[in-house]
Protein backbone atom coordinates (compact mmCIF):
# COMPACT_ATOMS: atom_id res chain seq x y z
CA UNK A 1 0.00 0.00 0.00
CA UNK A 2 1.03 3.51 -0.41
CA UNK A 3 -0.35 7.06 -1.03
CA UNK A 4 -1.92 8.44 -3.81
CA UNK A 5 -2.48 11.95 -4.57
CA UNK A 6 -6.54 13.18 -3.98
CA UNK A 7 -7.47 15.47 -6.79
CA UNK A 8 -9.78 18.39 -5.40
CA UNK A 9 -11.96 20.65 -7.40
CA UNK A 10 -13.56 23.82 -6.45
CA UNK A 11 -16.16 25.27 -8.76
CA UNK A 12 -17.58 28.58 -8.10
CA UNK A 13 -18.12 32.08 -10.19
CA UNK A 14 -16.97 34.00 -7.23
CA UNK A 15 -13.45 34.76 -7.43
CA UNK A 16 -12.69 35.66 -3.53
CA UNK A 17 -15.13 32.87 -2.82
CA UNK A 18 -12.85 30.20 -4.46
CA UNK A 19 -9.63 31.27 -2.85
CA UNK A 20 -11.43 31.24 0.63
CA UNK A 21 -12.53 27.71 0.06
CA UNK A 22 -8.92 26.86 -1.41
CA UNK A 23 -7.55 28.51 1.66
CA UNK A 24 -10.02 26.61 3.86
CA UNK A 25 -8.77 22.76 2.35
CA UNK A 26 -5.47 23.84 2.89
CA UNK A 27 -5.78 24.16 6.39
CA UNK A 28 -8.31 21.76 7.28
CA UNK A 29 -6.00 19.11 5.52
CA UNK A 30 -2.44 20.68 6.56
CA UNK A 31 -2.21 17.79 9.47
CA UNK A 32 -3.21 15.16 7.36
CA UNK A 33 -0.80 12.73 5.17
CA UNK A 34 -2.63 13.21 2.30
CA UNK A 35 -1.42 14.05 -1.12
CA UNK A 36 -3.67 17.03 -2.55
CA UNK A 37 -3.88 19.29 -5.62
CA UNK A 38 -6.81 21.41 -6.07
CA UNK A 39 -7.86 22.70 -9.12
CA UNK A 40 -10.19 26.04 -9.52
CA UNK A 41 -12.53 26.69 -11.50
CA UNK A 42 -14.32 29.84 -12.56
CA UNK A 43 -17.43 28.63 -14.27
CA UNK A 44 -19.31 25.13 -14.97
CA UNK A 45 -18.07 25.38 -18.57
CA UNK A 46 -14.59 25.54 -17.48
CA UNK A 47 -14.36 22.84 -15.59
CA UNK A 48 -16.16 20.34 -18.06
CA UNK A 49 -13.81 21.25 -20.69
CA UNK A 50 -10.83 20.37 -18.14
CA UNK A 51 -13.35 16.98 -18.15
CA UNK A 52 -11.61 16.12 -21.83
CA UNK A 53 -8.42 16.71 -20.70
CA UNK A 54 -7.57 14.52 -17.66
CA UNK A 55 -5.83 11.31 -17.80
CA UNK A 56 -7.61 10.27 -14.06
CA UNK A 57 -11.01 11.63 -12.65
CA UNK A 58 -11.30 13.73 -10.05
CA UNK A 59 -11.51 12.62 -6.59
CA UNK A 60 -13.63 15.70 -4.87
CA UNK A 61 -16.03 18.12 -6.52
CA UNK A 62 -16.94 20.96 -4.25
CA UNK A 63 -19.54 22.96 -7.19
CA UNK A 64 -21.74 26.24 -5.83
CA UNK A 65 -25.45 25.45 -7.24
CA UNK A 66 -26.04 28.75 -8.06
CA UNK A 67 -23.82 30.04 -10.79
CA UNK A 68 -24.55 32.13 -14.50
CA UNK A 69 -24.15 29.77 -17.65
CA UNK A 70 -24.54 26.65 -16.15
CA UNK A 71 -26.00 26.27 -12.82
CA UNK A 72 -24.35 23.49 -10.13
CA UNK A 73 -27.12 20.77 -10.80
CA UNK A 74 -26.91 21.02 -14.08
CA UNK A 75 -23.42 20.62 -13.74
CA UNK A 76 -23.70 17.69 -11.12
CA UNK A 77 -26.46 15.44 -13.95
CA UNK A 78 -23.76 16.27 -16.54
CA UNK A 79 -20.85 15.02 -14.41
CA UNK A 80 -22.44 11.91 -13.40
CA UNK A 81 -23.14 10.71 -16.90
CA UNK A 82 -18.68 11.08 -17.17
CA UNK A 83 -18.23 9.88 -14.23
CA UNK A 84 -19.90 7.81 -11.16
CA UNK A 85 -17.70 7.50 -8.38
CA UNK A 86 -16.42 11.22 -7.66
CA UNK A 87 -17.56 12.30 -4.80
CA UNK A 88 -20.37 15.51 -4.76
CA UNK A 89 -19.93 18.39 -2.23
CA UNK A 90 -22.95 20.98 -3.03
CA UNK A 91 -21.95 24.56 -2.07
CA UNK A 92 -25.10 27.34 -1.47
CA UNK A 93 -26.74 30.29 0.86
CA UNK A 94 -29.90 28.65 -0.42
CA UNK A 95 -30.81 25.95 1.70
CA UNK A 96 -34.25 25.02 0.08
CA UNK A 97 -31.96 23.86 -2.93
CA UNK A 98 -30.90 20.58 -0.47
CA UNK A 99 -33.51 18.07 -2.10
CA UNK A 100 -32.65 18.59 -5.50
CA UNK A 101 -28.76 17.45 -4.96
CA UNK A 102 -29.66 14.20 -3.86
CA UNK A 103 -31.03 12.35 -7.14
CA UNK A 104 -26.70 13.42 -7.96
CA UNK A 105 -25.73 10.65 -5.38
CA UNK A 106 -24.42 14.13 -3.13
CA UNK A 107 -21.80 13.05 -0.77
CA UNK A 108 -22.92 16.41 1.23
CA UNK A 109 -24.56 19.22 1.40
CA UNK A 110 -22.86 22.61 2.70
CA UNK A 111 -24.69 26.03 3.74
CA UNK A 112 -22.22 28.85 3.41
CA UNK A 113 -23.45 30.36 6.16
CA UNK A 114 -22.11 27.65 8.03
CA UNK A 115 -19.19 26.52 5.80
CA UNK A 116 -16.45 26.52 8.78
CA UNK A 117 -18.28 24.16 10.65
CA UNK A 118 -19.77 22.16 7.54
CA UNK A 119 -16.32 22.20 5.55
CA UNK A 120 -14.15 20.35 7.76
CA UNK A 121 -16.56 17.24 8.52
CA UNK A 122 -17.42 17.06 4.70
CA UNK A 123 -13.62 16.83 3.91
CA UNK A 124 -12.55 14.75 6.40
CA UNK A 125 -15.46 12.08 5.55
CA UNK A 126 -15.12 12.28 2.13
CA UNK A 127 -11.26 11.25 2.41
CA UNK A 128 -12.04 8.56 4.59
CA UNK A 129 -14.49 7.42 2.03
CA UNK A 130 -11.92 7.76 -0.57
CA UNK A 131 -9.47 5.85 1.56
CA UNK A 132 -11.20 2.86 1.95
CA UNK A 133 -12.32 2.41 -1.16
CA UNK A 134 -8.98 2.56 -3.30
CA UNK A 135 -6.51 -0.07 -2.97
CA UNK A 136 -2.71 1.06 -4.11
CA UNK A 137 -0.53 -1.41 -5.85
CA UNK A 138 2.53 -1.47 -7.14
CA UNK A 139 2.81 -2.90 -10.79
CA UNK A 140 4.90 -3.12 -13.78
CA UNK A 141 3.24 0.01 -14.66
CA UNK A 142 4.29 1.95 -11.47
CA UNK A 143 2.15 2.39 -8.93
CA UNK A 144 -1.98 2.13 -9.51
CA UNK A 145 -4.64 3.15 -7.43
CA UNK A 146 -8.32 1.14 -8.31
CA UNK A 147 -11.37 0.30 -5.91
CA UNK A 148 -12.87 -2.45 -5.67
CA UNK A 149 -15.83 -2.04 -8.42
CA UNK A 150 -12.83 -1.49 -11.34
CA UNK A 151 -11.27 -5.23 -10.62
CA UNK A 152 -12.37 -8.16 -12.16
CA UNK A 153 -10.24 -10.49 -11.18
CA UNK A 154 -6.47 -11.03 -9.24
CA UNK A 155 -5.01 -13.99 -10.76
CA UNK A 156 -1.96 -15.70 -9.67
CA UNK A 157 0.46 -16.40 -13.20
CA UNK A 158 4.35 -17.26 -12.70
CA UNK A 159 4.43 -16.66 -8.37
CA UNK A 160 3.04 -13.21 -9.22
CA UNK A 161 -0.01 -11.76 -8.54
CA UNK A 162 -1.93 -10.29 -11.78
CA UNK A 163 -4.55 -7.64 -11.71
CA UNK A 164 -7.18 -7.77 -14.57
CA UNK A 165 -9.31 -4.91 -14.66
CA UNK A 166 -11.96 -3.96 -17.75
CA UNK A 167 -9.77 -2.37 -19.63
CA UNK A 168 -5.87 -3.37 -19.01
CA UNK A 169 -3.93 -6.48 -17.27
CA UNK A 170 -1.35 -5.47 -14.32
CA UNK A 171 1.31 -7.69 -13.51
CA UNK A 172 2.21 -6.61 -9.51
CA UNK A 173 5.28 -7.27 -7.13
CA UNK A 174 2.93 -9.34 -5.14
CA UNK A 175 4.27 -12.71 -4.55
CA UNK A 176 1.98 -14.74 -1.95
CA UNK A 177 -1.68 -14.94 -3.42
CA UNK A 178 -2.87 -15.86 -0.03
CA UNK A 179 -2.44 -11.77 0.72
CA UNK A 180 -4.66 -11.16 -1.97
CA UNK A 181 -7.05 -13.86 -0.75
CA UNK A 182 -7.10 -12.65 3.11
CA UNK A 183 -7.61 -8.90 1.83
CA UNK A 184 -10.49 -9.33 -1.08
CA UNK A 185 -12.53 -12.51 0.07
CA UNK A 186 -14.34 -10.45 2.53
CA UNK A 187 -15.29 -7.75 0.32
CA UNK A 188 -17.23 -10.04 -2.55
CA UNK A 189 -14.53 -11.56 -4.17
CA UNK A 190 -14.93 -15.33 -4.82
CA UNK A 191 -12.38 -18.20 -5.73
CA UNK A 192 -12.70 -19.84 -8.47
CA UNK A 193 -10.02 -22.25 -8.32
CA UNK A 194 -6.67 -22.09 -6.56
CA UNK A 195 -5.46 -19.37 -8.23
CA UNK A 196 -8.03 -17.19 -9.36
CA UNK A 197 -10.35 -14.67 -7.14
CA UNK A 198 -13.09 -13.19 -9.18
CA UNK A 199 -15.64 -10.18 -7.82
CA UNK A 200 -18.44 -11.25 -8.06
CA UNK A 201 -20.53 -8.59 -9.04
CA UNK A 202 -19.28 -9.24 -12.87
CA UNK A 203 -19.94 -12.93 -12.87
CA UNK A 204 -22.64 -12.75 -16.09
CA UNK A 205 -23.21 -16.60 -16.05
CA UNK A 206 -22.35 -19.76 -14.28
CA UNK A 207 -22.05 -22.90 -16.73
CA UNK A 208 -20.85 -26.18 -16.33
CA UNK A 209 -17.15 -25.75 -14.75
CA UNK A 210 -16.84 -22.21 -16.23
CA UNK A 211 -18.32 -18.86 -15.78
CA UNK A 212 -18.68 -15.88 -18.00
CA UNK A 213 -17.81 -12.48 -17.02
CA UNK A 214 -19.70 -8.99 -17.94
CA UNK A 215 -16.81 -8.65 -20.18
CA UNK A 216 -17.45 -11.76 -22.30
CA UNK A 217 -14.45 -13.62 -20.49
CA UNK A 218 -14.62 -17.27 -19.98
CA UNK A 219 -12.59 -19.11 -17.00
CA UNK A 220 -12.99 -22.23 -15.05
CA UNK A 221 -14.07 -23.14 -12.12
CA UNK A 222 -12.46 -25.74 -10.41
CA UNK A 223 -15.10 -28.77 -9.32
CA UNK A 224 -15.17 -28.31 -5.52
CA UNK A 225 -15.56 -24.54 -5.58
CA UNK A 226 -18.68 -24.53 -7.57
CA UNK A 227 -21.02 -24.49 -4.96
CA UNK A 228 -19.17 -21.06 -3.59
CA UNK A 229 -19.29 -19.82 -6.54
CA UNK A 230 -23.12 -20.11 -7.39
CA UNK A 231 -24.39 -18.73 -4.21
CA UNK A 232 -21.77 -15.62 -4.68
CA UNK A 233 -23.29 -15.21 -8.12
CA UNK A 234 -27.23 -15.65 -6.51
CA UNK A 235 -25.84 -13.59 -3.46
CA UNK A 236 -24.61 -10.26 -6.04
CA UNK A 237 -27.92 -10.81 -8.06
CA UNK A 238 -30.36 -10.62 -4.99
CA UNK A 239 -28.21 -7.58 -3.90
CA UNK A 240 -28.73 -5.59 -7.63
CA UNK A 241 -24.88 -5.63 -8.95
CA UNK A 242 -24.56 -1.90 -9.57
Do not use: W
Not at 86 to 114: A, D, G, P, Q, W
Not at 152 to 179: A, P, Q
Not at 205 to 211: C, K, M, R, T, W
Request: charged fraction near 35%; include cysteine.
Amino acid sequence: MGDVMINIVICDDDNIFLDFIQDSIIKILEDKKEDIKIHKFKSGMELLKAYDNIDELFDIILLDIDMPEIDGLKLAEIIRKEDEKTILIFLTSMEEEVYKTFKYNTFRFIRKTHMDKELEEALTSAIEKLSEEKHIFKTNLGEIALTIDEILYFEFIDRVVHIVTFDDKFRTNIRRFKDIEDEFLPKGFVGIHRSCIVNQNYIKSVGDLEIELDNGEKLPVSRYRMEDVKKAFIKAARKGRY
